[in-house]
């Protein structure tokens, strides 16, 4: 079975730039998470969605959306991107209800020069 | 706003050794989860941890909540080199559907 899947794997961006990050997560799964991963950190949560409808958002800027399609994909928007933008942007995947966790995919590292 | 601290941040230590590594909050939590990250890579979940006092085991690993269900242990048995990576703790946040992260224990396992 194929797990959570990630595209592109790396992207270079300049300030000011849009981009848009895609995730599909596991058969089955209908949950999807969104994280942001800096150097030397743990991931900070930005979204979560549930049956294509958002369940939770996390301390980041307008600039930041997302979005979910029926067939449970994910894509993650960042507007006028910004040098702190660059980062691993991870996606995840769960089941429903606790105790949980996640299915992590490669991530997207993102570059902002 | 809940926080989950990790120690050490860096531990680098020769193949063979035993370590513990530490996720301490002032919260309590009802599961608690770990995760290893390589580089490059998504973290990829250890284990779930969810009655206070719970031992488990994986392998060389034995993961610990404890009592009061505000913190927990990893142990690794006889390191390896394929132990090296990030060591990360994760918690739930009660009434919300995310996660926090700790900051992570970063292991190097020399050979």
């Known amino acids: 079975d194929a797990g959570v899947t990630q595209s592109p794997t790396h992207l270079i961006k300049t300030r000011g730039q849009h981009v848009t990050l895609r995730c599909s997560p596991i058969s089955g799964h209908k949950s999807v998470s969104w994280y942001q991963q800096v150097l030397g950190q743990g991931p900070q949560f930005i979204f979560q969605?549930?049956?294509?409808?958002?369940?939770g958002r996390g301390n980041f800027p307008d600039r930041f959306s997302a979005r979910q399609f029926p067939n449970y994909s994910s894509e993650l928007n960042v507007n006028a991107l910004l040098l702190g933008d660059s980062a691993l942007y991870l996606c995840?995947?769960?089941?429903?209800?606790?105790?949980?966790?996640?299915?992590f995919g490669s991530g997207t590292r993102l570059t902002v020069v | 706003t809940q926080l989950l601290e990790q120690s050490p941040q860096f531990l680098s230590i020769q193949e063979g050794e035993n370590l513990t590594v530490y996720c301490n909050s002032s919260?309590?939590?009802?599961?608690l989860q770990w995760y290893r990250q390589e580089p490059g890579e998504g973290p990829v979940l250890l284990v779930t941890v969810v009655t206070g006092g719970e031992v488990k085991k994986l392998k060389r690993l034995t993961f610990q909540f404890g009592d009061a269900r505000k913190d927990s242990s990893l142990h690794i048995t006889a390191a390896q080199p394929g132990d090296t990576g990030l060591y990360l703790c994760a918690v739930g946040v009660s009434g919300t559907y995310k996660y926090i992260f700790g900051t992570g224990t970063r292991l190097k396992v020399l050979a």
């Open positions: 995840a995947s769960s089941l429903p209800g606790p105790p949980g966790g996640y299915t």
């Open positions: 919260s309590v939590f009802s599961s």
């Open positions: 969605y549930y049956e294509k409808e958002e369940r």
